[in-house]
């Protein structure tokens, strides 16, 4: 029983190490690329990306966010993962309201490991998007999670404050 447990232990490393490399990094022209609405919302490209994001996200180690080019693909969708395994999927994210109130706190990037950098951003916004059942939402977040969402559109956007 011992022995099982440790192979597949071992597979899904091997399989987690595989989809951390389907990560890009800086300097990769994908990265600087602006991001296109997603029209099929529940289209089998579509579902394929929101798919392999999930998992490469949830492959990482300490990774709360990613955007869809950050894997090569140029559609604005975007994914979080507040808790380890908790990952909500955003498409088309368009934020439509941020507070006057910044904050300062250190961010970091998948697509720049070991870089870290003090960025402001409003502390609270309204972002509205498309869930992975294709189903519309508006969502309020404030601190950490108003930070992810922010730090992700902006890669959408073909932007990175860590740059
Ligand atoms: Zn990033």
């Not at 990037?109 to 998007?129: F, H, N, T, W």
């Amino acid at each position: 029983m011992m022995k099982k447990v440790t192979t597949k232990a071992r597979k899904n490393r091997i399989c987690d190490r595989a989809l951390l490399k389907k990560i890009r990094a800086y300097p990769d022209p994908v990265l600087r690329s602006t991001c296109k609405k997603v029209k099929d919302v529940l289209g089998e490209e579509t579902m394929a990306i929101v798919d392999l994001m999930t998992k490469v996200l949830t492959a990482t180690k300490n990774g709360v966010g990613i955007a869809a080019n950050q894997l090569g693909f140029t559609k604005r969708i975007i994914a979080l993962r507040p808790a380890r395994h908790n990952v909500i999927v955003m498409i088309n994210p368009k934020i439509t309201w941020k507070s006057k109130e910044t904050y300062g706190q250190f961010e970091s990037c998948l697509s720049y490991p070991g870089r870290r950098g003090k960025v402001d951003r409003p502390m609270a916004i309204v972002v509205e998007y498309i869930d992975r059942e294709g189903v519309k939402n508006v969502m309020e977040g404030t601190f950490w999670i108003a930070r992810i969402i922010q730090h992700e559109v902006d890669h959408l956007n073909g932007k990175c404050k860590l740059q």
